[in-house]
């Protein structure tokens, strides 16, 4: 069983930065390969953000964020982060880490094996 534990949400105003991290740990968690970033605004359904894979020379992104976020990875520590730049109002939503075992496209849609509890990221304008 995997557990993922995100941190680092919070309240921030528009144009700043906040960076996402996400503790991974529990028996199995090197087999999945794959690690992605979700998120759900109210009212809306859960969108694919960014996801990297285990080496963290691959990556993808959703549209809306590309060239304001990018995800890492230190494999040493279990660790995945989500580093947001220019935040904009349309950002605010809980911000889910997601374990996935199989590849970047499939993760992208929404293929994922294990969940985060997710934190809240909230964008002032």
């Known amino acids: 069983q995997v557990q993922l534990a995100e941190s680092g949400g919070g309240l921030v105003q528009a144009g700043g930065s906040l960076r996402l991290s996400c503790a991974a740990s529990?028996?199995?968690?090197?087999?999945?390969?794959?690690m992605a970033w979700f998120r759900q605004a109210p009212g809306k359904e859960r969108e694919f953000v960014a996801a990297?894979?285990?080496?963290?020379?691959?990556?993808r992104y959703a549209d809306s964020v590309k060239g304001r976020f990018t995800p890492s990875r230190d494999n040493a520590k279990n660790t995945v982060y989500l580093q947001m730049n220019s935040l904009k109002p349309e950002d605010t939503a809980v911000y889910y880490c997601?374990?996935?075992?199989?590849?970047?496209?499939?993760?992208?849609?929404?293929?994922?094996?294990?969940w985060g509890q997710g934190t809240q990221v909230t964008v002032s304008s």
């Open positions: 997601a374990a996935g075992l199989y590849g970047l496209g499939t993760i992208q849609l929404g293929h994922v094996d294990y």
């Open positions: 529990g028996r199995g968690f090197n087999t999945y390969s794959v």
């Open positions: 990297i894979s285990w080496s963290g020379g691959s990556t």
